[in-house]
């Protein structure tokens, strides 16, 4: 792996990390379960963009990687359908 790609994947593994991070504050602040979900989300890509960059032959098409995204983007989708289904309902 280049350099390049190393700085790179490391400034997006921290952008991730901050996010969640910021997230997973806002969720101790109100127990809202929305960015718990995100946090945890955020938090699973960072691990992935680490992963990628510490693998002896890092390759962003392999399969696990796409798995592991899928995760993280499932995380965000079940955060939405859950906010929108408590406020449907009045709970929040």
Excluded at 15 to 27: E, I, K, M, T, Y
Excluded at 52 to 67: H, K, M, Q, R, V
Excluded at 68 to 88: P, Q
Aim: hydrophobic share 60%; net charge positive; glycine share 6%.
């Amino acid at each position: 792996m280049n350099p390049v790609s190393a700085i790179i994947l490391g400034a997006i593994a921290m952008g991730s990390f901050v996010s969640g991070a910021f997230f997973l504050r806002f969720w101790r602040e109100g127990r809202d379960r929305f960015f718990l979900l995100f946090a945890l989300s955020f938090f699973v890509e960072a691990a992935s963009r680490v992963a990628i960059a510490l693998s002896a032959a890092p390759n962003e098409a392999s399969p696990w990687l796409y798995c592991v995204r899928l995760l993280a983007y499932l995380l965000i989708i079940a955060a939405a359908i859950d906010k929108n289904r408590a406020a449907a309902l009045g709970d929040r």
